[in-house]
């Protein structure tokens, strides 16, 4: 069934567009009021992400304030280990923790399997409802993190300025970390093919911090296991794009248009001309606005608007966002500004 919008999965697969389609990481969340009045009656965040009708909610909120080309569920990327038994929490100004971190190769032993329609049940019914109600308006893009990411968390029990405890699970247990990161592959496989059958148009994997490990250690331990998701869906859903985001990555770009992925998501470290230059036109791009840009005039938004686009230059496969997501003190009205000044510039 046609969208009327389909702008997004146009760019996403090379195809010619009008203009470039836009749409931002975190685009729906805390520097909206209307999220913080949903957020208050849910009265913590999981309660939230498990209510289909609020998760639809402030899922669309983003779409009603700003000409978007895309929403994304509302949902985050540590449910997969929250389903399997790692009791996840939130601590306000700390984020998100686990109350039982692995720290042992027996721990990732006694990870369960997880049946991802029954255990993540509540992220289906909240895609289907979504997708509904969205009534083929624009795309909805499904997601989860990356193998890598998560497991960062789920080792260090929450985040981490230095990924101590990770790296040296991996670099002290190699075999132990690779079955656990093979563990979160096939349970993303299934999630993501489970999200594209209740109404997910596209899906994005976020690995957040491959950019801190080595050039050779991402490869192994991160863009491996990447590749295998995109494969996996890509058997079960040919026709769906697959975004992959890995930020802080530049020296593997080049491989990572090699993975079978549609479109790569960068940061604002490198510029979109030397992004094409490196993956040779293979996937898509997008990006890659610093998100601290919003925090500036709307003169200089506009400018900044401008640059992304033309360091991008002539041709299709460019969907315009942020090299990483909003944050919660952004005023609304800057990103209508961005939003208004992709289209302004990038009509074809």
């Known amino acids: 069934m046609k969208l009327e919008n389909d702008l997004l999965l146009r760019a996403l697969t090379k195809q010619k567009t009008e203009r470039t389609p836009v749409w931002v990481m975190r685009q729906a969340g805390r520097y909206l009021p209307e999220y913080r009045e949903v957020r208050k009656k849910a009265g913590d965040f999981m309660t939230m992400a498990k209510n289909p009708e ?76 979504t997708s509904q109600t969205l009534n083929r308006k624009v795309p909805l893009l499904g997601f989860c993190g990356s193998p890598w990411t998560l497991m960062t968390y789920m080792v260090e029990g929450g985040s981490s300025k230095n990924f101590s405890k990770a790296k040296s699970f991996l670099l002290n247990q190699p075999q132990a970390s690779h079955k656990l990161l093979q563990k979160i592959t096939d349970a993303s496989i299934n999630y993501l093919n489970a999200q594209i059958a209740s109404g997910a148009n596209a899906v994005q994997v976020f690995d957040s911090w491959g950019g801190a490990l080595s050039p050779e250690m991402y490869r192994v331990f991160s863009m491996d296991y990447m590749q295998k998701i995109v494969q996996g869906v890509k058997k079960e859903n040919p026709e769906t794009p697959v975004i992959l985001f890995s930020k802080g990555v530049q020296y593997n770009l080049k491989n990572l248009a090699n993975t079978g992925a549609d479109c790569l998501g960068v940061d604002w470290t490198t510029d979109l001309s030397l992004a094409r230059e490196l993956t040779q036109d293979k996937v898509a791009l997008q990006g890659n606005m610093d998100p601290c840009v919003l925090y500036a005039k709307d003169s200089v938004i506009e400018e900044e608007v401008k640059k992304v686009i033309d360091s991008f230059g002539e041709g299709n496969g460019h969907v315009f966002n942020l090299g990483h997501g909003m944050q919660p003190d952004m005023q609304p009205e800057k990103l209508e500004v961005l939003v208004n000044a992709v289209r302004k510039f990038s009509e074809k």
């Open 54 to 129: 609020m998760v639809c909610e402030v899922t669309l909120q983003p779409l009603r304030r700003f000409p978007l080309d895309a929403v994304i569920i509302f949902s985050d990327i540590l449910t997969i280990p929250d389903a399997m038994g790692m009791g996840l929490y939130f601590v306000t100004g700390e984020g998100p923790k686990f109350k039982k971190p692995i720290s042992t190769a027996e721990d990732v032993d006694n990870l369960p399997e997880i049946d991802v329609n029954h255990d993540l049940k509540y992220v289906m019914d909240g895609i289907s409802l």
